[in-house]
């Protein structure tokens, strides 16, 4: 058991110009733009030394730090949510870095806390990164390729990512529970640094799936189950229910 205090900061990766659902970040979400929400969550949780936004966006930049928040301006073009973090984290002093997903303003703090625990528990020095699954109760959801599902071994470590149903239901009555990727990484500062370094290969290519390609480079994932789905926010339908459960 590792009882040596983390250092854990949490970063917000934000682009303006999301692909489904272009400025969904400074979309209204009653009364608060969804990034300065979820910037306000991670803050709220009390888990972290420093809550940061890191985008390349002057208009994200200054909703959060004219609400008195921390916001950093990316200085290159990133392809994923890693590569933009892992700039911003490189001359820090951090041992564990939290990837919170900017459109997941309804962030649960004792999920994050069993994210956390796992860099202290006994698989710890084997852990690189770890992350959220939560159990998929109706198929239209395993079959939705808009959720990423995840397969893992006995000590929960991530087997692969797919957009595709994983395990392939062959056999209906193998007593199998499909699970849901909820987005939300811890990260040893090393796996990031190291994560940007290395160039893209063929399965997160075709999968479009940055975790995939931690596990081509040999990295562990440990997966940590949660029952709390979270609200992402992908599209116009998603903001709208958002905005009822905030109601």
Known sequence: MNTTPLKIIAMIPARYAA???????????????VILRTYEAAKSTGLFEEVYV???SDIIYSEITENGGKAIMSK???????DRIAEAVE??????????QGDEPMIDKESLEKVLDVFRGKDAEKIDLASLKAPIKEWKDVENPNHVKVVTNKEDFALYFSRSPIPY???????????????????RKQALLDFQRLP???LEAAEKIEAIRYLEYGKNIKMV???????GIDTPEDLERARQLFS
């Open 169 to 187: 239901p062959r056999e209906k009555e193998a007593g199998v529970t499909w699970f849901k990727h909820i987005g939300i990484y811890a990260f």
């Open 91 to 100: 001359d820090m002093d951090v041992d564990v870095v939290v990837n919170v």
């Open 54 to 56: 890191v985008t390349d």
């Open 19 to 33: 692909t489904r659902f272009p400025a969904k970040l400074m979309q209204d979400l009653n009364g608060k733009t």
């Open 225 to 231: 189950e949660t029952n709390v789905k979270g609200v």
């Open 200 to 202: 893209m290969l063929g």
């Open 76 to 82: 290159k073009e990133h392809q994923c949510g890693s």
